[in-house]
């Protein structure tokens, strides 16, 4: 997540507003939109000249109105908490490794806003910076292929793809240099609200 948001920092911009496709609004559709979603992840980040992948697991909170607690647990622990305004992402210590704030950072913004909509399946903002193709399958599945709409973006990110249900199930980048990384989601529930402890760790 930390190094999608770099690579996002050195071409943010503001998207063009674009008609959206119809296998957006299908997708839609099939996306349950609760107010939070909990659920834990399993990364593999596959580096260009590494045999292994390097692979990390941890559990994620997605808030619609407040952002995004990315909780890494193995093989380091780390938080990465993603609202509008900021970025944050902290050690095991509590001390901060990366500060993005929107209000100081050019482009900071730009950058939280696709974080967050790639997290919470926002399509129709992710469809102003990419274009927008994909497939449904079967009576709930659905796959959707993202590429970059301008030549900043597209120095940094090939491609995204998203693969899903009523929930993304599992997100696949490919960077222009060659380095791959593929999240997979699980344990996945729904809530109306956060707890009096989550709340606190977005502030």
């Given at each position: 997540?930390?190094?999608?948001?770099?690579?996002?920092?050195?071409?943010?911009?503001?998207?063009?507003?674009?008609?959206?496709?119809?296998?957006?609004?299908?997708?839609?559709?099939?996306?349950?939109?609760?107010?939070?979603?909990?659920?834990?992840?399993?990364?593999?980040?596959?580096?260009?000249?590494?045999?292994?992948?390097?692979?990390?697991?941890?559990?994620?909170?997605?808030?619609?109105e407040r952002g995004v607690l990315w909780h890494?647990?193995?093989?380091?622990?780390?938080?990465?908490?993603?609202?509008?305004?900021r970025l944050l992402s902290r050690a095991a210590?509590?001390?901060?490794?990366?500060?993005?704030?929107?209000?100081?950072?050019?482009?900071?913004?730009?950058?939280?806003?696709?974080?967050?909509?790639?997290?919470?399946?926002?399509?129709?903002?992710?469809?102003?910076?990419?274009?927008?193709?994909?497939?449904?399958?079967?009576?709930?599945?659905?796959?959707?292929?993202?590429?970059?709409?301008?030549?900043?973006?597209?120095?940094?990110?090939?491609?995204?793809?998203?693969?899903?249900?009523?929930?993304?199930?599992?997100?696949?980048?490919?960077?222009?240099?060659?380095?791959?990384?593929?999240?997979?989601?699980?344990?996945?529930?729904?809530?109306?609200?956060?707890?009096?402890?989550?709340?606190?760790?977005?502030?």
């Amino acid at each position: 997540m930390l190094a999608l948001a770099l690579a996002l920092m050195a071409a943010a911009r503001p998207g063009a507003a674009q008609p959206l496709p119809p296998i957006v609004a299908q997708v839609r559709e099939r996306l349950v939109q609760a107010p939070v979603l909990r659920g834990e992840f399993e990364q593999r980040k596959t580096v260009k000249g590494f045999k292994n992948p390097l692979l990390s697991r941890g559990d994620f909170i997605v808030a619609r109105e407040r952002g995004v607690l990315w909780h890494t647990r193995e093989p380091f622990a780390s938080t990465l908490t993603l609202t509008r305004e900021r970025l944050l992402s902290r050690a095991a210590d509590g001390s901060v490794a990366m500060r993005l704030d929107a209000r100081e950072e050019p482009g900071a913004r730009a950058v939280n806003e696709l974080l967050f909509a790639l997290m919470a399946a926002d399509l129709p903002t992710l469809a102003q910076r990419f274009r927008v193709e994909g497939e449904l399958q079967g009576a709930e599945g659905w796959r959707l292929q993202l590429t970059p709409r301008d030549a900043a973006l597209a120095q940094w990110v090939g491609r995204i793809e998203i693969e899903g249900d009523r929930h993304v199930r599992v997100v696949r980048l490919s960077e222009a240099q060659g380095d791959a990384t593929a999240i997979r989601f699980s344990a996945l529930a729904t809530a109306a609200s956060l707890t009096r402890e989550e709340a606190v760790r977005f502030e």
